[in-house]
């Protein structure tokens, strides 16, 4: 192209060739260098690829366009298109097929001589060639020639062509094109629309044109500025991109109105922009003077079907080669395979990247794609990871109703697997917590006091309530001629005692209940620590020979029962002095704190009070029984901020279900985020004030979006009731209603003002008794309900009092149960073409059609609906 920058053209069918259009045409050949040394003379185009000159055209000058004929044979036949708007038939290679030999050099010629500005094979008829010319005030700008025409001798003149090899023959100079469009005009860019044979886009002076063959008279057309560089979207025919100055336009021919998208503008002007033929929706734009080429991704653009919505893109930049870039071109099938050329004619083979999507499943699947691959990420079949997984954990748990049961709180952590002692700890507290709360309130309409309030502030609130107000007394040991210093137990620490496990509701401070509870459950060294700590020392021995001699018991039992029944009160005895020293090689931490206790100086205890692998409730109970006041409050603060530090849900005995206790919680969801439980664990027994705290309405929110996310809607309608009965105040108002067609009124809200039939809403159209009394028309304005598309009967009227109604029921019935409002009942229709009817009707017929039942109505009704095949995770059979 002369006095022009050079442009490059890949192959249509020939994948390994390519020309170069300047002054001359110059083809290449590219080949693998990957496991080869460069060839003498080859052109290196990147680490793995170089290029061979194959021959060299400078037999048609004043180039202004190139076009590669589409079809396979002949395999590199050019149009070019001259600076006086002539379009010559050229060849790059010998062809020895004589029946296209006859097109090599042939001429099209217009009337009247002005420049060519671009040319286009049609696509489909690979016979038909389209100019684009500029201006003249007597002639048309756009002409289309029949390549293989053939017109009589007396019509069309002859004339000497010499050809690049010297000879001299005949060849025809075609003067008459097969069609003429767009008189008085300029034509800039032209493009063939894939979808029609005789459709043409082209850019004109002023606006974009459609021309159609059949009726060259009209076109339809649109006034723009950005009319240059026309070309069709190849996945998708009805998008359209050209541009003008630095400014590219989007087009939807299906709305050809305006652009359904402008991209950014560029503070150069464009010189290329093309689709890559092996991507959908990825469009190359290249500015003048630039080494840098734009990529737009409308992978994602959603197809804009009566709708305003402008579609979004990603943007991002690629960068060839350093030198400014004259020109590119898309390999037809090696994907994101492009090649540039710079002004120099130094060229450059090179490969766009994908960009990787990254996707995370809810179920902790991860999957990402990269081009046309999809990769999945598979665990290690030793790989025990997503098992301690805290979703995979939430996930499992929701399956077995994990925290629902409400009647035996506690057993909330047999459905947590019970595998975790801090879970166990927190429901067994707020068993004991909702235990005494019900107590305390019915023991205060006998005795009016505060006991309820305190029983949620946990041990905390109630050892600060009770300082001052208690003294130590000397009680005998069981067992041992010894006394030893107990705190009285005045009602605030019998109350912590209790919350604590150790004894039941009421006065009595016996706690033979909670030991024979813990050797049923077969923990023994817990059951006689317990013993010890309430100066039963028989009684531990006693328990640990039970445990030894019991199936899964530990010998040693005997030894350390034994060691017990050794023990003596003076300080300086040889017993005191080994078991000091031996006490911590024991394994088990209540072993261990049994003899520390024993060996301990009276009212020092720290060997029993900071073992922190004894439960926090042992350790609590043990210090309400052997701490003054004083003592006692410090130690239980103390003890409350490691707690909430460390995020234990334990601590909640200390702080109760109070602002601490949300502090708590707060830490605990930081560590292991484990929204469920703090979900559960606040609704279980919060104070109002409690439930409204920010933090505990994200962790309810983001909990219930699990629930959603993993599909599992029936288990999110259940939490959504529990927590309405819990909450009262989180029971959204009715969002949803059936209303009239006429009057516009709710079906429901009226039944429930009209007083003189004492009618409820499921008397209109949800009740699944046919024993009551049917309604078809709208309460408020008396106009009938609409028909079921199916059974033509007024909705209303319940299913199984329709003709036939059996039959459907025991189809489609979704619910054995006796329920108010049955689901087959209720009143639906498509958003679309407003046809329904009974659900459960509804429900049989798209489960064969995905057609509209009504006649004539063409709706895809089950298609439109997204979520309408998605099945709830819940009830997928693994």
């Not at 060259?216 to 025919?237: C, E, I, L, R």
Request: overall charge neutral; some cysteine; proline content about 4%.
């Amino acid at each position: 192209m002369s006095g022009t920058k050079p442009d490059i053209l890949w192959a249509p069918h020939q994948v390994d060739r390519f020309v170069v259009c300047d002054s001359e045409l110059s083809l290449y050949h590219v080949e693998s260098t990957v496991n080869s040394e460069l060839k003498a003379g080859s052109l290196r185009l990147s680490e793995d690829s170089a290029a061979t000159l194959l021959s060299i055209n400078s037999d048609t000058p004043y180039m202004k366009c190139v076009a590669w004929y589409l079809s396979y044979d002949p395999e590199c036949l050019l149009a070019v298109g001259q600076a006086n708007g002539r379009v010559v038939l050229t060849s790059l290679g010998q062809d020895h097929n004589s029946k296209f030999r006859d097109l090599i050099g042939k001429e099209f010629v217009p009337k009247h001589a002005r420049q060519c500005n671009t040319l286009a094979w049609n696509p489909l008829d690979s016979n038909w060639l389209a100019a684009g010319l500029d201006k003249h005030r007597a002639d048309f700008s756009v002409l289309i020639w029949d390549i293989c025409s053939k017109y009589t001798p007396d019509i069309i003149p002859m004339e000497k062509v010499r050809l690049s090899a010297g000879e001299t023959e005949t060849t025809l100079l075609v003067t008459k094109p097969l069609y003429e469009l767009g008189q008085n005009d300029a034509c800039l860019s032209l493009c063939w629309l894939p979808r029609d044979q005789k459709l043409l886009l082209a850019g004109m002076h002023r606006n974009l044109a459609i021309f159609d063959l059949r009726n060259t008279s009209q076109k339809m057309f649109v006034n723009t500025k950005a009319v240059q560089g026309v070309t069709v979207d190849p996945y998708f025919h009805d998008r359209v991109a050209s541009f003008y100055e630095g400014q590219v336009a989007i087009w939807d021919l299906r709305k050809f109105e305006k652009p359904v998208l402008t991209l950014t503008e560029q503070p150069k002007p464009l010189t290329k922009v093309a689709w890559c033929p092996t991507r959908t929706g990825l469009l190359a734009t290249l500015t003048r003077d630039s080494n840098i080429i734009r990529l737009y991704d409308m992978q994602h653009t959603p197809t804009p079907i009566g709708d305003e919505t402008e579609p979004t893109i990603i943007e991002r930049s690629v960068q060839p080669c350093d030198n400014y870039i004259a020109s590119f071109a898309w390999h037809p099938t090696s994907q994101n395979r492009m090649i540039v050329v710079t002004p120099n004619r130094t060229m450059s083979d090179f490969t766009v990247f994908e960009r990787i999507s990254l996707a995370w499943s809810p179920i902790t699947s991860l999957m990402w794609a990269c081009g046309r691959h999809l990769y999945e990420c598979t665990e290690e079949e030793n790989d025990n990871s997503l098992e301690k997984d805290i979703a995979t954990k939430m996930r499992l748990r929701a399956l077995s109703r994990y925290g629902l049961d409400t009647e035996q709180v506690w057993r909330n952590h047999i459905l947590a697997g019970n595998e975790d002692p801090q879970l166990k700890s927190l429901w067994y507290t707020l068993h004991y917590i909702l235990f005494m709360k019900q107590y305390t309130e019915d023991m205060d309409q006998k005795s009016p006091g505060n006991k309820g309030s305190l029983v949620y502030a946990g041990i905390k609130s109630i050892v600060k309530s009770s300082l001052g107000m208690v003294e130590n007394t000397r009680h005998n040991w069981s067992g041992l001629d010894k006394q030893t210093d107990i705190q009285n137990l005045n009602e605030e620490r019998i109350l912590a005692l209790q919350l604590c496990g150790w004894i039941k509701k009421g006065t009595d401070v016996d706690v033979g209940p909670f030991l024979n509870s813990l050797v049923q459950e077969g923990e023994w060294e817990r059951a006689a620590a317990v013993a010890l700590f309430n100066l039963d020392i028989r009684r531990a021995i006693q328990i640990l020979n039970e445990g030894a001699s019991s199936e899964k018991g530990d010998l040693n039992l005997n030894v350390v029962a034994m060691a017990l029944s050794g023990y003596t009160d003076e300080k300086n005895s040889l017993w005191r002095e080994m078991c000091s020293t031996l006490r911590l090689q024991l394994n088990n931490p209540y072993l261990c704190v049994m003899f520390a206790f024993l060996t301990s100086e009276a009212g020092s205890y720290d060997g029993v009070l900071y073992e922190n692998k004894v439960a926090v409730r042992d350790r609590v109970a043990f210090a309400c029984k052997f701490l003054s006041d004083t003592q006692l409050n410090r130690y239980i603060e103390k003890l409350t901020n490691e707690m909430k530090e460390a995020g234990n849900l334990e601590g909640i005995l200390l702080t109760g279900l109070t602002k601490d206790g949300v502090d708590l919680m707060e830490s605990y969801v930081d560590r292991t985020g484990d929204v469920q439980t703090a979900s559960y664990c606040m609704l279980q027994g919060s104070p109002l004030d409690v439930l409204k705290d920010e933090r505990v309405q994200y962790w309810i929110e983001n909990y219930r979006n699990l629930l959603d996310a993993w599909r599992f809607w029936h288990k999110r309608a259940e939490f959504d009731i529990h927590r309405s009965k819990l909450d009262p105040s989180s029971k959204p108002l009715a969002q949803v209603f059936v209303s009239c067609n006429f009057c516009g009124k709710s079906i429901s809200y009226s039944c429930s003002t009209v007083p003189h039939q004492g009618r409820g809403f499921s008397q209109y159209g949800v009740s699944g008794s046919p024993t009551k009394s049917k309604v078809t028309s709208c309460p408020g304005c008396r106009k009938p309900l609409p028909r079921c598309a199916l059974c033509l009967i007024n909705m209303g009227t319940p299913v199984s009092s329709c003709p036939g109604g059996s039959k459907s029921d025991e189809k489609v019935d979704l619910s054995k149960d006796k329920k108010l409002a049955q689901f087959n009942n209720w009143f639906t229709w498509c958003h679309n073409c407003r046809h329904g009817g009974h659900a459960g009707h509804m429900l049989s017929w798209f489960r064969d059609h995905a057609e509209c039942p009504v006649s004539a109505c063409t709706c895809k009704c089950m298609q439109l609906d997204t979520t309408g095949n998605l099945v709830p995770a819940e009830t997928v059979q693994p």
